[in-house]
């Protein structure tokens, strides 16, 4: 027996971590410690639905967090830092704020529709609007996309294009990128370092005071995953709290049948405002539309098809599309009603369908943008854990 | 046996893990190397079941088991995403963009013995994305069955919103009409020759309500196209007798022709709906008809609910 007590005794101390593992993952964390504050940051359920958006999907899910970066207290200060600081970039002139800002939705403040992409170091123009955060926690991958979405059996869900699988992976390429902040990894990792204020805060979150970039991008990811809305006026007629105008009711209408086809893409979670099936689709901007997704697939399919965000706050973040294209809503609508591009590969066919039956009615139109502004949520923009740490006190 | 689960295929093996199984290989090795046999028996039988716990959702082999594989033809013929070079029996050039589709209660029975063997409860296909499917299932039990069956869509008791996980999410059914989910997207292109191209989306879920937010089904249409209360259609294949147990496997091939859901009764994309009056009123441009939209439609549901019956075949074969 002697021989083989070693291996039993592995076995006894081993077998719970080991057959714990072989569920989804829903213990063990690197960031969760003894010394650091967990933070839910999931919403709960209404409890007083209205009797007419009962077969609606308006809880949100709870969100999918890594089990090896569990959001903390610690953590979410350290990102926040992060993301609000141009030591991230190479002179010390861009952080992740200079392109998402919270008082527009965390989009580019400065975009417009005749300059719509943004600067990074030196002047550098980026090759897409710079999208909002909002939500981003229930974008990623997993668990809301089936097992196969597409060919390549890889799952895409972040950038325009869909490059990045996760926050944590999205994070790793605006720091490096020579259109962005242009500062390579290791020497981001030596400025940082070097702070007086940096050391103790990553000792904070992760037990010790070791700077490296996949700690950055994990804290930067827990900032992000804060960045809920949940308080716009959908969210209060979801609550029971508010009656919606008789607009906003036809729009909510024209919205979520055929009569927009707008949920086919935005829907399937309402409080998302995106559909997790759907993620990606071609909506007839151009009738020869640049690559979109198959830049990264290679995938024939999917020329022409990028991410479908968010509409929530769309008041807030315009211009509007992957190329900010469209300066205001109104804009917006009338490419829906009467500009789809019907010749474009890969158009989704809801929406060609739709078009070919031509324009939306005024009726439509105007429900539908009153159904828009109703997802504007004026406190996430001025919340004060959103904002800049080395801004003075008001 | 009656209502039996068995578990489907998918493998996590954390890669930790796998260091950890294959330095617990190692010991077992030094322990057999430098103990007497009987010692590394035991530590076998003790870490036999550890590994087979991380790994038991993953098989697929040739050992007892049923492979269920889900091809997508068109007239008896491999799809061809995105081509328009089918016809359908109404004349309609045609090609297919999306085919999605759920199906749930897969099950294999014996109609004599009453045995059951359920073996998914929600399946999610996608010929577009996802191509053929395969779906692997382990059982022990020996059994005699006959009858392949499943529900097409979420039977109407469990067709809810919310009800299934959120990687469902993007099959919802909208809530105007009573939430819950798609049971098919179909999709593509067809060819008029007036006004020219154009597209069909033949989309199937319940109508529980109509589309103006508030009135029930009932209460807002005409009963001149009946709606099956259960929900989508129920579909019942027989197979040559599947034995299982014994170390037998099994690979039963269920073929959706997509073609069929246009043949009987005969769907024209082009025709209008027989009575217009149920087009909803804020549509840009009725008419409506059984190419778009087909959601808010009891004429186009119902015909392709009748047309589900023909579209599902099975084969079934030992090995």
């Given amino acids: 027996m002697k021989a083989f007590l070693p291996v039993i005794l592995l076995v006894a101390m081993l077998a719970p971590w080991v057959l714990g593992g072989c569920d989804s993952g829903e213990s063990g964390s690197s960031t969760l410690t003894p010394e650091t504050t967990p933070v839910d940051l999931n919403i709960p359920p209404s409890t007083n639905k209205p009797a007419e958006l009962a077969d609606a999907q308006t809880d949100f899910r709870t969100m999918p967090i890594p089990v090896d970066n569990l959001t903390t207290e610690e953590g979410v200060a350290l990102g926040r830092r992060l993301f609000f600081d141009p030591i991230l970039s190479s002179d010390d002139s861009v952080s992740c704020s200079s392109c998402h800002d919270p008082a527009a939705a965390f989009s580019d403040i400065d975009a417009t529709q005749a300059e719509p992409f943004s600067e990074g170091v030196g002047g550098a123009l980026g090759d897409f609007n710079a999208p909002a955060l909002i939500n981003l926690g229930w974008t990623s991958a997993d668990p809301f996309r089936l097992e196969f979405p597409f060919q390549s059996g890889e799952h895409f869900s972040l950038f325009w294009d869909g490059r990045a699988d996760s926050l944590e992976t999205q994070a790793r390429e605006p720091v490096a990128n020579e259109q962005e902040m242009n500062l390579p990894w290791d020497q981001a990792e030596a400025k940082v370092r070097a702070d007086s204020v940096y050391p103790g805060m990553f000792e904070a979150a992760f037990g010790d005071p070791g700077v490296s970039q996949d700690r950055m991008v994990m804290a930067i990811a827990q900032f992000e995953r804060t960045l809920r809305s949940y308080n716009s006026r959908w969210d209060q007629w979801v609550r029971g709290e508010i009656e919606p105008t008789p607009d906003e009711a036809i729009g909510y209408l024209a919205f979520t049948s055929e009569v927009g086809d707008c949920f086919h893409c935005h829907g399937g979670n309402l409080a998302l405002f995106a559909s997790p099936g759907n993620t990606f689709g071609n909506n007839g901007l151009d009738a020869l539309p640049p690559p979109g997704l198959m830049e990264v697939t290679g995938e024939p399919l999917h020329e022409g098809k990028f991410r479908v965000p968010t509409l929530r706050n769309i008041e807030f973040t315009g211009p509007y599309m992957h190329d900010g294209r469209f300066g205001t809503l109104d804009e917006v609508l009338e490419h829906y009603s009467a500009g789809v591009a019907t010749e474009s590969p890969n158009l989704d066919s809801n929406l060609r369908a739709r078009a070919l039956q031509g324009p939306l009615t005024p009726t439509v139109v105007q429900g539908l943008k009153a159904f828009l502004l109703m997802l504007s949520d004026p406190g996430f923009l001025t919340d004060p854990d959103f904002q800049d740490p080395f801004a003075p006190a008001p | ?319």
């Fill in chain 2, 1 to 319: 046996m009656k209502g039996a689960q068995v578990r489907g295929v998918v493998v996590h093996v954390h890669s930790a893990q796998k260091v950890f199984l294959r330095a617990l290989e190692g010991s077992i090795l030094e322990a057999m190397r430098n103990s007497r046999r009987s010692s590394f028996l035991f530590s076998f039988l003790l870490l036999v079941p550890l590994a087979l716990a991380c790994s038991s959702d993953q098989s697929g082999g040739s050992s007892d088991g049923i492979t269920v594989r889900i091809v997508h033809q068109v007239a008896g013929t491999p799809l061809e995403i995105d081509q328009l070079i089918y016809t359908n029996a109404a004349a309609n050039p045609y090609s297919v963009t999306k085919f999605e589709y759920l199906i749930s209660d897969l099950r294999l029975s014996n109609g004599v013995s009453g045995a059951e063997l359920d073996l998914a409860q929600t399946l999610y296909g996608n010929a577009v994305d996802q191509g053929n499917s395969e779906h692997s299932f382990e059982f022990q039990t020996p059994e005699e069955f006959d009858t392949l069956s499943f529900f097409w869509g979420v039977p109407d008791a469990r067709n809810i919103t919310g009800v299934l996980p959120p990687q469902y999410d993007g099959m919802h059914w909208p809530s105007p009409f009573g939430g819950g989910y798609h049971a098919m997207r179909f999709e593509g292109s067809w060819s008029n020759a007036t006004p020219g191209d154009s597209s069909y989306v033949l989309h199937a879920g319940n109508l529980r309500r109509c589309s103006n937010l508030m009135e029930t089904y009932e209460d807002c249409l005409a009963p001149a196209y009946p709606i099956d209360e259960t929900g989508m259609a129920e579909i019942s294949l027989p197979v040559t007798t599947v034995t299982t147990g014994s170390g037998r496997h099994w690979t039963l091939v269920i073929v959706v022709d997509i073609q069929e859901w246009m043949n009987d009764p005969l769907y024209d994309f082009g025709q209008d709906w027989a009575d217009p009056s149920l087009c909803p009123p804020l549509f840009a441009n009725p008419p409506c008809t059984l190419g778009f939209p087909t959601m808010p439609g009891p004429e186009p549901q119902s015909m392709m609910r009748l047309n589900a019956g023909d579209v599902f075949s099975v084969t079934a074969s030992e090995g």
